[in-house]
C-alpha cells in the first residue's frame, strides 16, 4: 500500500500551478500592461480574434476614423485608432471616448492614415479621469470570447 508523500503532494501542486498559468496566459497579451505614451508602440500580434461589439469599414486615408458602431454598455469604453506595423498593433494614433452603444463614431487623429494601409480600432476600459492613457486604461475584453475586443479595417486614397 502506498503512503502520502510530501514530495509527491508538492510536485502535483506544481504541475497544477504551470498547467494553469499555461491555460489562463495561452499567448494572450491582453492582461499585461501597455506602454505608457499615447504614441508608443506595442508587440501584439494581429491574430487577435474579431469581436462582434465593435464594426467598422473600409474608408479613405485621412485625419478621421468612422467607427461604424460599438456596442458595449454603460459606463462606455474609449475607442482608439491603432496602426499596424510589421502584423503587430502599433501607435495609438488618436482615442475618443463613448458612454455606451453608439452608432457613427469619429475618431479624430494625431497623425493622418495612409492610404492602402491596414490599422486596428482597439476598445479600451476607461479609469474615470476624463483622458486616454494606454498604459493606465487597460483592453476591453469580449466576455464572450475572452479576446481583445479589436476590428481591423484598410484604407483606400
Known sequence: MMGF???????????????????FFRGDLALLPMSSALLHAT???VTTQES?????????????????SVTVPPPGVWVAVREITGGDLGNVLGAVHISGPLSTI???LLR???????YAVE?????NNGVFDAAVNSVYIDFDTGARVVAYFTTTE
Open 43 to 45: 508587440s501584439t500580434a
Open 52 to 68: 462582434s461589439a465593435i464594426s467598422v469599414t473600409k474608408q479613405s486615408a485621412g485625419d478621421t476614423v468612422t467607427v461604424e
Open 5 to 23: 508523500s510530501t514530495n509527491s503532494f508538492i510536485a502535483g501542486v506544481m504541475l497544477g500551478i504551470l498547467l494553469t498559468g499555461i491555460w
Open 106 to 108: 469619429n475618431v479624430p
Open 112 to 118: 493622418a492614415t495612409a492610404p492602402d494601409r491596414t
Open 123 to 127: 476598445l479600451y476600459r476607461d479609469d
